[in-house]
């Protein structure tokens, strides 16, 4: 079965500064990978994904990823983080190796982004 | 355009009681999930749906039920609730077509007392 594994609990970071997150996965055959952002009290928003194609991927409110199949990590990473970032941030695979992997979506445990003014 | 809508947004409940959840999506959306989030734990996939009148088990299916029998509505039962159950449900659907990202609702608060 399909896992994501966010390592860190809590990322602090200055606004200002470079923000990355960092997520592994394991998978039995090619990955298709996502971030979520969820803000308090609300459901999760989709960032960006990796579908196929270029390493690097680009999504919403000024985030990129970089996919490395070698290292299993789809990282997320910001230039120059914003108060406003500091949310909850989740890393999801889907496994397309098999029909149920396919159909599923694995999320591992989060990562609290706190960016300090 | 509404996306996913959760109903209710909070509910309390004693030990043993029985509830349904409500999760109703306007995309058309074939597929449809229904996930528990507790803290330090992430999201974890109760059960899943992929088109009207088929359901399937997650990781945590054990003490819920879930019916599709209208493409647009995905129901997710608790018969007998258990405090274990406490926690925060998210519905959640996408398109069939691969590599597609999945919308969530706003999610329900559940307490079980």
């Known amino acids: 079965a399909q896992s994501v594994a966010q390592p860190e609990d809590q990322v602090n970071v200055a606004e200002g500064n470079p923000l990355t997150v960092k997520c592994t996965y394991s998978?039995?055959?090619?990955?298709?990978l996502f971030w979520y952002v969820q803000y308090p009290n609300r459901g999760l928003q989709f960032l960006l994904k990796?579908?196929?194609?270029?390493?690097l991927v680009k999504g919403s409110y000024g985030f990129e990823a970089e996919f490395n199949k070698s290292q299993t990590s789809f990282h997320l990473k910001k230039p120059s983080a914003l108060v406003s970032d500091s949310a909850l941030y989740f890393c999801a695979v889907r496994d397309m190796g098999s029909t149920r992997g396919n159909n599923r979506l694995a999320f591992g445990k989060g990562n609290q982004v706190v960016v300090i003014p | 355009n509404a996306g996913v809508t959760q109903t209710p947004k909070f509910r309390v409940l004693k030990t043993g009681q029985s509830m349904t959840l409500l999760c109703a999506q306007d995309m058309n959306h074939e597929y449809m999930y229904w996930y528990r989030q507790d803290p330090g734990m992430g999201l974890r996939l109760i059960h899943y749906?992929?088109?009207?009148?088929?359901?399937a088990k997650g990781e945590v299916p054990d003490g819920y039920n879930v019916s599709r029998l209208k493409k647009q509505n995905f129901l997710l039962g608790l018969e007998s609730a258990a405090p274990s159950q406490t926690s925060v449900y998210f519905c959640?659907?996408?398109?069939?077509?691969?590599?597609?990202?999945?919308?969530f609702g706003q999610g329900t608060r559940l307490t079980v007392v």
């Open positions: 749906s992929v088109g009207e009148g088929t359901t």
């Open positions: 959640a659907s996408r398109r069939v077509d691969v590599g597609t990202e999945a919308f």
């Open positions: 998978v039995s055959g090619n990955p298709y």
């Open positions: 990796y579908i196929t194609g270029d390493n």
